[in-house]
């Protein structure tokens, strides 16, 4: 038997979409979520980590007792969509959901400058500068290939027939831009409809009404 201990902060950030994927393949995990105040726990987990920062999955097989730690949040989110069957269905489909991820990563560069100006409480008319002057311009980018890609795909998926990782990344993505004020589902229909299609997904719909609120 397989069982999965996931290590994350206790925030959506980079270990909600490995989340989402147990969550959605209705495989058992812990989810272990150190608080973001207990610096000291914090801390003291670091040294033992692989690559000094979370989120960290461990996999322990009970029949061997052999366990790995994987680093790394895209490694740890395309192992499970692998495992699970989220991960695309041809080596094509794969290449395409890893390039929608590496397009997300790409635009967290200039959204983290965003998250940083509001976590170290900057006044308003600088974190109101980021947004405009570096978030935004990117973000229109990255909206244009995200409605390019829906556009081309009659499913209402972003790659193939079925929901993949790469759904669920960018729509928790569209969630945190959403609370920022940087997408405002009236005003982008195509990815509003995508968003609500992959918050309605049968399999996870309990899951988001019941995560706390306190999950940003
Ligand atoms: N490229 C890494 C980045 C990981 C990362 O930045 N982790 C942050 C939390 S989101 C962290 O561990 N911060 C605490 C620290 O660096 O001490 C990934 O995608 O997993």
Redesign the pocket.
């Known amino acids: 038997m397989i069982q999965y201990k996931l290590i994350?902060?206790d925030?959506r950030?980079?270990?909600e979409v490995s989340r989402q994927l147990f969550h959605l393949a209705g495989v058992e995990f812990e989810d272990v979520k150190i608080s973001r105040n207990d610096e000291q726990a914090?801390?003291e987990l670091?040294k033992s980590?692989p690559?000094?920062?979370?989120?960290i999955l461990k996999v322990l097989d009970t029949e061997s007792q052999k366990e790995i730690e994987i680093?790394?949040?895209?490694?740890?989110g395309r192992y499970l969509a692998n495992q699970f069957g989220y991960a695309g269905k041809s080596p094509e489909e794969k290449a395409m959901v890893d390039a929608v991820i590496d397009q997300f990563?790409d635009f967290l560069v200039p959204q983290k400058q965003l998250t940083l100006a509001v976590r170290t409480k900057k006044s308003e008319e600088e974190v109101n500068r980021v947004k405009e002057e570096i978030v935004t311009p990117a973000k229109n980018e990255y909206f244009k290939i995200l409605k390019k890609l829906l556009g081309n795909n009659s499913s209402g998926f972003l790659v193939g027939n079925g929901i993949t990782w790469g759904d669920l990344q960018i729509s928790d993505n569209l969630t945190t831009l959403e609370g920022f004020g940087l997408f405002t589902p009236l005003e982008e229909p195509i990815l509003a409809k995508f968003h609500e299609k992959i918050m309605n997904t049968p399999s996870l719909k309990t899951y988001f009404e019941q995560r706390l609120a306190s999950l940003l």
Not at 51 to 55: E, R
Not at 71 to 76: G, M
């Open positions: 994350y902060f925030v950030g980079l270990g914090w801390l670091k980590t690559f000094g920062q979370l989120p680093p790394q949040s895209s490694a740890i990563k």
